[in-house]
C-alpha cells in the first residue's frame, strides 16, 4: 500500500478546498511547511527561518481543522516550535514530526551544527508525545547504526515508546553526499 505524501502545501495557495481536492485525489498525509513560504497565504513560520507569523496563521488553523475532518495526518516538520504549540492547541487528531532528531545533550557533540534548528528539545517532544504524535527520527548525525539507535533511544526516553517513529527523509547510500554538504 502507498500512502500520499506532500512535504509543504505551498500548492493550496490560499485555497482551503484544495485541502478536500487533494485528499479525493489520495492525499493522507500533509507536512504544513517546507523551506519557504506559500507567497499567496502561509501557513506558519519555518524554524529555519527567522519568526514573521507569530507560529501557525490563521489559515494554518483552518487547513489543520480540515484535516482533522477529512482524515489526513498532519506533519508538523519544519514548522517553528510557536507554530507548533499552536497546531497542537488546534488539532483533535495526533500529528507526526516525521523527520527531526533530539538535540545533543549536556556534554554531547552536534555532529551536524546547520542542522540544529531542525532538532527537537525534550520538552517540544513532550509535548508533541502528550497530543497523542509521533515523532519520526532520522539519521542525520548518526554516522553508524549505533549512533542512529542512540538517537532513538533518547526520543523514547523523552516521549515514550509509543510516540518514536523511524524517520526518513535521507540518502541512506553511501557515498551520497547530502544537499546540506553540496550547498
Not at 57 to 81: K, P, Q, W
Not at 111 to 125: G, H, V
Not at 157 to 173: C, K, N, V
Request: charge should be negative.
Amino acid at each position: 500500500r502507498i500512502i500520499q505524501s506532500a512535504e509543504g502545501a505551498q500548492f493550496l495557495e490560499g485555497r482551503i478546498e484544495r485541502v478536500e481536492e487533494v485528499y479525493k485525489r489520495g492525499l493522507r498525509n500533509l507536512q504544513l511547511v517546507h523551506e519557504r513560504d506559500d507567497q499567496v497565504k502561509p501557513l506558519g513560520d519555518i524554524y529555519t527561518k527567522p519568526a514573521h507569523l507569530s507560529g501557525l496563521t490563521d489559515f494554518g488553523a483552518e487547513v489543520i481543522r480540515a484535516c482533522n475532518r477529512l482524515g489526513i495526518v498532519v506533519d508538523l516538520t519544519h514548522m517553528s516550535y510557536e507554530g507548533v504549540k499552536g497546531a497542537l492547541k488546534i488539532s483533535t487528531q495526533p500529528m507526526i514530526f516525521s523527520h527531526t532528531g533530539p538535540l545533543p545533550g549536556p556534554g554531547e557533540p552536534n555532529k551536524i551544527p546547520n542542522m540544529t534548528p531542525r532538532l527537537l528539545s525534550k520538552e517540544e517532544m513532550r509535548d508533541i508525545a502528550a497530543a497523542g504524535g509521533i515523532i519520526g527520527v532520522w539519521n542525520h548525525g548518526a554516522d553508524t547504526a549505533k549512533e542512529y539507535v542512540e538517537q532513538i533511544k533518547r526520543v523514547v526516553d523523552a516521549a515514550g515508546i509509543d510516540h518514536a517513529g523511524i524517520g526518513t527523509d535521507s540518502d541512506l547510500e553511501p557515498n551520497v553526499q547530502r544537499s546540506e554538504e553540496r550547498r
